[in-house]
Every structure is written in structure tokens, then in C-alpha cells.
């Protein structure tokens, strides 16, 4: 699923603003994160809370080579909420938690560096 992480790459084609509004990114607050047995690369299992408007959602994400499951709970994260439900193995994600990878293609977590409320819509 991952694109290409040279920093150097070229930027991808063009797209007008409209494009952009169609993907909708959201804050949440990560309310469980569990060790995802069985996945392929090491993987958390984790509950987001995206406030009142979208709930509670499931994601699967590969962030275990940089956080805990104890530093995750109660940290925001910044997802993806309007792509089709996704089976990852044998779990569902449904909603697609955004980072960038570092220097050694580990990912590192997309979130604000101040608190927003949940739910809350990147511009």
C-alpha cells in the first residue's frame, strides 16, 4: 500500500482543490491499541475516536517498530474516514491512520501538535 518514501521523488500529477476535498481526513484519539497477532509486518489493532459526527472506528496500522500500544491510547492521530472498509488478514480497518515514513522507512504518525477536537477535518 505504501507509495514511494524518497523524500527526493517528484511530487505527484496534479489535482484541483475539489479532488482534494473528496478525501476526508479527520483527527481521532486512539481510545485501544492491541498487538495485531499474526500480521505480516508487526502491527497494532487500533479503536479511534472520530467525536459525535463518525464515532468509533478500527484501524490496522504498522507503527509498532516506533510506538507502544501504551503510547498510542490517548494520543491523536490523523485518518482517512470516507475509504471502503479494508480487510487487513484476518482484521478490518476501517479507516486509514496517516504517517510518513523516517529515514529507515519506519512510520511515524500524522497528528497535531496541538489538541483539536476529535473529528475535527483537515483543510
Do not use: C, W
Amino acid at each position: 500500500m505504501h507509495l514511494d518514501h524518497d523524500p527526493a521523488a517528484l511530487a505527484a500529477e496534479e489535482i484541483g482543490f475539489d479532488d482534494f476535498l473528496k478525501v476526508d481526513i479527520r483527527i481521532g484519539t486512539v481510545v485501544a491499541a492491541e498487538v495485531y497477532e499474526g500480521a505480516r509486518k508487526p502491527s497494532y489493532k487500533l479503536r479511534i475516536d472520530f467525536g459525535p459526527g463518525i464515532g468509533e472506528k478500527k484501524s490496522v496500522g504498522q507503527v509498532a517498530a516506533l510506538y507502544s500500544p501504551e503510547e498510542l491510547v490517548g494520543r491523536q492521530v490523523a485518518a482517512v474516514v470516507n475509504f471502503p472498509v479494508r480487510q487487513i488478514g484476518k482484521a478490518l480497518s476501517e479507516v486509514l491512520t496517516m504517517g510518513f515514513a523516517d529515514a529507515e522507512g519506519r512510520v511515524v504518525l500524522f497528528s497535531p501538535d496541538k489538541a483539536v477536537p476529535n473529528g475535527s477535518r483537515l483543510f
